[in-house]
């Protein structure tokens, strides 16, 4: 070998050596997937993280959704920047123990298109992995663009022992297609699935307080029934979280009354209860 390809291997074990110290300090990591895009994953993602941090939980949330990277927008902390510290990447403090990674963090427009093959991504995940000061955290929440391809693959074969997967889809038989390879893949590769989240799952009527089935219902139910996984439950359409999200206002600002934010939270303790905190 050349002494190039032998640099870069001892990088590579180097780098392994400080993803299994960093992730050692991790209690439980959980990839949220969907099979399609539009199915409202990252703000999944983005709620949970904060519903476990309002609980007093330390939560990291790890955005590898490298050409859509919508977590700082989500959260309100888009003019926010990574900094490099002596103990590695400083990720953001969006609460005090609540802290974000993502590839819109580091000053690119947001306009900028990310134009990477396989190789350039898988890297950039690995750096996330090997050199980010997450310090210790009782959750990391990995928020992976659509589909089964490199991000979510990187991650399940870069971190040793993923807590599990959670797979978020809508009720129409298009989604529940596609999230049914997310959770193939994870069976897989012996990743443990958390189960399926039903997002959109009916809008309520503001006026007559009826449930309008705009994307069908229950199909995210039958999927995880057929494939012998947990429903962990349906969340309707809120449409003020979708102008909160637009303001980087996550759902915590919403009435904690609301059937989204009750539905929200036995969700979550269903995912606790997994993780062995139930």
Known sequence: MSQETDKHLNDIQEQDKRIEQKMAQVKASLLVMSGKGGVGKSTVAVNLALALAAEGKAVGILDVDLHGPNIAKLLGIEQERLTAGPDGIEPVEVLPNLKAVSLALIGMSPDQPVIWRGPLKTGTIRQFLADVNWGELDYLIIDSPPGTGDEPLSVVQLIPHVTGAIIVTTPQDVAILD????????????????????????LICPHCHQIIDLFKRG????????LNVNFLGRLPIQPDLVTLGDAGKPYTHLDAGTDYIQQFKAIVAKIKEFVGEG
């Open 179 to 202: 999230s049914r390879k997310s959770v193939l893949f994870a069976k897989q590769l012996r990743l443990p699935v958390v189960g399926i989240i039903e997002n959109m799952s009916g």
């Open 219 to 226: 199909g995210g139910e039958k999927a995880a029934q057929e």
